[in-house]
């Protein structure tokens, strides 16, 4: 080798490895969303999970691995006090320096409230009202307009959910004007959505320590409010297509050298989305009309996307253990009115799903939300809804 190319090749080394030294440190709570944010990021870097896959949020413990995380953390993202509120301590204390975006909390997220009752009615389900927190709407020319990164907004054909691509808010990166996506909304009958009018500013300063979510009647879902909202959001597609814009602002803002990576990633993945839409629309129309129960209510965000209702839960929404009088309203369902499928979660005891279908000739199969079996990273996201989607139409 040249001696003169010597210098030039480790000076090129040394430049790399500062550019990726620059890359901030990200740490997400689950896997779907960890999938997300990995996404947003793929290319740039890799985000940290903080609850491993297969493991319950409902019932997390912090692992040393876990804490490190949160600790080295320069951005975290959660879905929020209402999935894992044992982990909020431990941000505010161990990633007390970090930018935080608790997700269920985000402008434009679709909240929907826990339904307490065992059994549910039909199409009890809306895609809810959104709210933007305070923040004006402010509406995009046309599509490939460069923004002050020099990157195009990569709409990606999304015109037919009306989502305004990225405003710049005063702290100096992309935010998003929320919309109500122009979706009709399927034919679902009104429920209680969340307006999402908090009277609370995002500053994305991310002091988390001053957000007071009001979420104390969270702790305990047994005899939780009707209040309370299900956090189960990640399973509707038109959050996480709002949550990787925001992704890719909370990254760029951090970031602003990858910002254009971040929010083209973020457009690439949107497009993804919206195709993966109308994949599971498909393999699910074959088998609409079909009577199902779920372990816990943790799908009525899936059910509201793809108007599949379901017709009750084993348990509430926190997955605690069902009381004996509730078992026996589900095994009343399934009796009389034919329920077709009882599907239980890897994540939870079998044996209360024997015992619900004990006496009955209703099917049962594994549904999960969490992608415990996948491995994480990008793509684990879109496979999730996509196997829960299978996993329905084969028990129906």
Not at 94 to 116: I, K, M, S
Not at 141 to 158: I, L, P, R, S
């Amino acid at each position: 080798m040249s001696r003169k190319l010597l210098p030039v090749s480790v000076t090129a080394a040394l430049l790399a490895g500062t550019a990726m030294a620059d890359v901030p440190r990200v740490a997400v709570d689950i896997a779907p969303v960890h999938a997300l944010v990995a996404r947003v990021m793929e290319g740039v870097g890799t985000p940290d999970l903080i609850v491993p896959s297969g493991e319950s949020p409902h019932g997390f413990s912090m692992r040393p691995s876990s804490a490190q995380a949160l600790q080295d953390a320069d951005v975290v993202f959660w879905v929020g006090h209402g999935l894992t509120p044992q982990l909020e301590d431990a941000i505010e204390t161990l990633a007390e320096d970090a930018a935080v975006t608790e997700l269920l909390e985000a402008p434009g997220t679709t909240r929907l409230e826990f339904r307490e009752d065992a059994l549910f009615e039909a199409h009890d389900h809306d895609h809810g009202d959104h709210d933007d927190h305070g923040h004006d709407d402010h509406d995009q020319e046309a599509h490939g307009e460069k923004d002050e990164h020099g990157h195009d907004d990569h709409d990606h054909a999304h015109d037919d959910h009306g989502h305004d691509d990225h405003a710049h808010d005063d702290n100096g990166h992309d935010d998003h004007a929320h919309d109500d996506h122009g979706h009709d909304d399927h034919g679902h009958e009104e429920v209680k959505a969340d307006a999402h009018d908090h009277d609370h500013d995002h500053d994305h300063g991310h002091d988390h320590a001053e957000h007071d979510h009001g979420h104390d009647d969270h702790d305990d879902h047994a005899g939780h409010d009707h209040g309370a909202f299900d956090p189960h959001a990640w399973l509707s597609l038109e959050n996480a297509d709002q949550w990787l814009n925001l992704i890719a602002a909370e990254l760029s803002a951090a970031d602003p050298d990858n910002a254009g990576a971040y929010f083209t990633n973020a457009g690439d993945a949107r497009a993804e989305i919206a195709a993966l839409r109308e994949e599971v629309a498909a393999i699910l129309d074959p088998v609409r009309g079909g009577n199902f129960i779920v372990f816990h209510d943790a799908y009525q965000y899936f059910e509201a996307e793809f108007d599949f209702p379901a017709a009750g839960a084993i348990s509430i929404g926190d997955a605690s253990d069902p009381s004996p009088a509730r078992i026996a309203e589900i095994q009343g369902r399934i009796r009389d009115e034919g329920v077709d499928c009882v599907l239980s979660e890897p994540q939870f005891n079998p044996g209360l799903v024997a015992t619900v279908l004990e006496g009955t000739e209703a099917q049962t199969s594994v549904i999960d939300p969490l992608g415990a079996d996948l491995e994480p990273g990008p793509a684990l996201y879109p496979q999730l809804i996509r196997n829960m989607a299978n996993a329905l139409a084969d028990c129906l």
